[in-house]
């Protein structure tokens, strides 16, 4: 596998999704045959609600709709005015983020793009039915891979430039001045969501060559935001990130496409510095062959387990499994009886029995 980074660009979302990715930032049955006008645009508006609010921008609330997006179906003419291509992937890069914290288990946003950029990008994950091409190529989704292949290339750069992508691609996908903006160093805007297209760190994806990227930009300050108290200070209050994607036709980079797109000499430089080559730590690379077996660490019997010895700063886990079976409170002080009646049963049972009419001294009484 070649070296070097790789992500979701508007190439993918245009591709995948044939989502516009140029425009504004702001970003149920079936309709009865011979409706009116009026009816028509109702279901209409309830189609796109529901695109808006389970596809593209979903959350982790599975059925439920944001009332954000009710004044955008309102006016249906102007719908085909946004970027949702921009929205949709800082959306998904949020996400993303939000789910690389540990204590985080479930991940929202627009996954089918997620799913079909893995399966275009990496052909040993691909499954069954890939070989139909359809518009949008997300769409072409079929059946489970039960075996992953190891035979291919393992990274694909350039998946859009076959002969049949290009038959089935929208022709408005194709055009110059949405060509243009893959090619943007620009923020991504969603409501308060505020991403960065950072196409200058993947130029092999455009058939380009790489050369060491330029130093991360830091928007951690960024994570914090959200719609709490209203938007509407959102345009005021980030309004150096609006005016990046209002330019962002200044910010388009200029490179030389080559035939073979990879990284340069001084990339991989710059990355074996930098670049995390091994996953795993220097403990586990080494050959466990070359370490010997002890004799007491070889299996004797059929099943033996080997005797466990008592450590002495290792507490008692029996007493806390029994402690949590009857229960608690934060203040100790009142429970101690409770640890001295285990203590006492525990060396009533190591000296061979139980001594009988003993009782733990009751909650809250006095020794006398």
């Excluded at 990008?121 to 190529?137: E, I, T, V």
């Amino acid at each position: 596998m070649l070296f070097g980074e790789c992500t979701i660009t508007f190439q993918d979302v245009a591709y995948q999704l044939g989502l516009p990715v140029d425009g504004r930032y702001e970003t149920f049955g079936e309709c009865p045959e011979g409706a009116d006008e009026e009816t028509v645009r109702r279901f209409a508006r309830a189609y796109i609600m529901m695109l808006l609010g389970t596809q593209l921008f979903a959350d982790k609330s599975g059925n439920r709709i944001h009332i954000r997006w009710l004044p955008f179906v309102a006016r249906l003419e102007e719908m085909g005015g946004y970027s949702w291509g921009s929205a949709a992937l800082a959306w998904l890069y949020r996400c993303m983020c939000r789910v690389a914290n540990r204590h985080v288990v479930k991940l929202a946003g627009p996954l089918q793009l997620l799913q079909s950029w893995i399966f275009w990008r990496f052909p040993g994950f691909r499954p069954a039915g890939y070989d139909a091409f359809s518009w949008p190529l997300a769409s072409r989704w079929s059946g489970y891979n039960l075996g992953i292949s190891k035979k291919g290339p393992r990274f694909i750069w350039m998946p859009y430039s076959t002969p049949d992508v290009l038959q089935v691609v929208h022709p408005e996908v194709l055009e110059p001045r949405h060509m243009m903006l893959w090619w943007c160093v620009t923020s991504l805007i969603y409501f308060a969501v505020v991403e960065w297209h950072q196409v200058d760190r993947v130029l092999p994806q455009f058939s380009g060559v790489q050369p060491p990227p330029h130093p991360a930009l830091n928007i951690d300050f960024l994570m914090s935001m959200d719609e709490r108290g209203g938007d509407r200070w959102l345009p005021s209050h980030l309004q150096h990130w609006h005016l990046h994607w209002e330019t962002r036709a200044d910010h388009v980079l200029r490179f030389d496409v080559v035939d073979d797109p990879g990284p340069s000499h001084e990339f991989l430089a710059w990355w074996h510095q930098h670049g995390k080559r091994f996953l795993s730590r220097e403990l586990y690379l080494g050959d466990p062959r070359g370490i010997p077996i002890p004799v007491e660490g070889t299996q004797r019997g059929a099943g033996r387990v080997p005797d466990m010895d008592r450590v002495d700063d290792v507490p008692d886990r029996r007493r806390v499994e029994r402690r949590a079976r009857v229960g608690t409170r934060r203040s100790q002080r009142d429970w101690r009886w409770l640890d001295q009646a285990m203590e006492e049963g525990d060396e009533a049972g190591r000296d061979g029995g139980r001594r009988r009419g003993g009782r733990g001294r009751r909650r809250g009484a006095a020794p006398r």
